[in-house]
């Protein structure tokens, strides 16, 4: 059991360095890019729930300003191909073709992030999970992928957490722990890390992730 959470670990941490170091030779390669103006004018329905410069106002409302545009182009991709299934979402992306779906992500990506204060409850847990995971579960230090100021990494398609709301860091890590968001390989990259957090675990975490900058 314990070489089994060892091999896991070192896995996960060599996957981080693969993806910190293929982020250097992405400068040569770079993922296609979206384009902002014309993704600020699809995006009129999405203001009630992710407001109009993507800070939402609603914990279960995930913010999209400022976060990682290639981890959005997938994610919306998803959506729209129902692998994630949003009920409240449902239908709302079917008219999009990709290059569309590329520049709503590019929009959300030039916004700022408005990062709130996390609560003081349980703040050293989560800062503890964060920065050094948890050695005895097997938990890796979620800096490894999305990095000490919680920004992600866009050659790796690795989500910014910095400032993401907590009610909703809460809703995926659960959605990890399912099976429900493990629908490809990023997914199950999550899958195997959020099933090794106990419930307190995941709800430090998010609270301090909500903070975090
Ligand atoms: C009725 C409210 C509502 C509307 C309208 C809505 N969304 Fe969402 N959206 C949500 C919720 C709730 C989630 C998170 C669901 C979950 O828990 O996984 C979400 C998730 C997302 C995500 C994934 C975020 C992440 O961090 O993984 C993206 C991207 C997104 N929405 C984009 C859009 C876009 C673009 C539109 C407009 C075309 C839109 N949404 C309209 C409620 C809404
Ligand atoms: C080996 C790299 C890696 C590590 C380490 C890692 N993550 Fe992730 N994380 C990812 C990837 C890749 C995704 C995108 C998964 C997907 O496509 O659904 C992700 C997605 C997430 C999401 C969903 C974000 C959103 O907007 O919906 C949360 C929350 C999250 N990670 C939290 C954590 C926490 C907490 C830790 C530390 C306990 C952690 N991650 C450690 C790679 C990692």
Not at 12 to 20: F, R
Not at 66 to 91: C, N, P, T, W
Not at 180 to 193: C, P, S, V, Y
Request: net charge negative; charged share 20%.
């Amino acid at each position: 059991m314990i070489k089994k959470i060892l091999f896991l670990s070192l896995l996960i941490s060599s996957l981080a360095i693969q993806a910190a170091a293929s982020g250097e030779n992405s400068e040569a390669k770079p993922l296609p890019k979206g384009n902002a103006a014309n993704g600020a004018k699809l995006v009129g329905t999405c203001v009630a729930c992710h407001g109009a410069d993507g800070n939402s106002v609603v914990g279960q409302w995930p913010t999209l300003a400022g976060q990682r545009e290639s981890y959005l182009f997938e994610q919306l991709e998803h959506i729209r191909d129902e692998e994630r299934v949003i009920a409240v979402m449902k239908g709302l992306l079917n008219d999009y073709s990709d290059d569309e779906l590329r520049d709503m992500a590019a929009f959300y990506a030039e916004q700022t992030t408005k990062v709130s204060r996390a609560d003081d409850t349980n703040l050293a847990l989560g800062q503890k999970i964060y920065r050094a995971g948890n050695v005895e579960s097997g938990v890796p230090a979620c800096t490894g992928c999305h990095g000490p100021a919680g920004k992600g990494l866009e050659s790796a398609q690795y989500p910014m957490l910095g400032g993401q709301k907590a009610e909703y860091v809460v809703t995926s890590l659960i959605a990890y722990q399912t099976g429900e968001r493990a629908i490809d390989e990023h997914g199950k990259i999550m899958q195997g890390i959020a099933t090794r957090l106990t419930v307190e675990e995941i709800r430090a975490v998010a609270n301090y992730v909500s903070g975090l900058y």
